[in-house]
């Protein structure tokens, strides 16, 4: 038999580490707390997503046999990584499927169910201009929790303006840009839909610069339910998903396709 690494891989996919982000920091207390459980190591490295570096350090890994499997997240649509190592016969799991008509445990949250939820809430709280910052157009969950706004738009009766639609980069700073580079003319957003908590709370510092009264002239909501959502200034609107559970959950789907 080969011999097993006893180790098990997660990749960061970010061009800067980003280990202070509140989603990766419970995302990788999860896979920790986790893995200690099982007779694995847990290895971390960071990657920019799609480049050369990301592609390179997958091979050596896969190739010098580190790690016995890995923990994907931030699917991308058709997503390499998933085709590379079920060429390679290497054992992974994955928050979010990327459809690349692969079989491979995953979970899923329900991204455009939650989302649809959330554009009801803010339209029963009186808010009928909605703008969307989104992420990079190949995350799965760009796509999910943007047809999710769209929907929830359709249901309330509110018209669609592709104009209130905003890219971001899943960072604060790509949020806080986002609101600066919004048309704040005379019908200006009454709502700002975040495709996540980090880059809502980009956007809540950003409205707050524009001396905007969250909550009152303009409300903001997030998506994943980090911790740091509840210490802002009022307390972000989010859609709560247990990111640490989640990670323990992916390890033991990894540990039960390894053994």
Known sequence: TEKKADAIGYILPASIPRFADPF???????????????????LVSIAPPGEQAEQQIYANWVQSRKVDGFVLNRMRHNDWRARFLSEHGVPFVALENGLEG?????????????MISLISHLVQCGFRRLAFIGGPEELVIHARRLEGFCKGLEQAGLPFHPERVLAGDLTSDGGYQAVKRMRWGPDPPDAIVCVNDETALGALHAVHEMGLKVGAEIAISGFDGVKAAQHTDPPLTTLDTPIYEIARQLVRLLAAEIQ
């Open 102 to 114: 692969l079989d491979y445990p995953y979970i899923e949250v329900d991204n455009a169910g939650s």
């Open 24 to 42: 990766y920091a419970e995302f990788l207390v999860g896979l920790g707390d986790e893995t200690a459980l099982h007779p694995y190591d847990l």
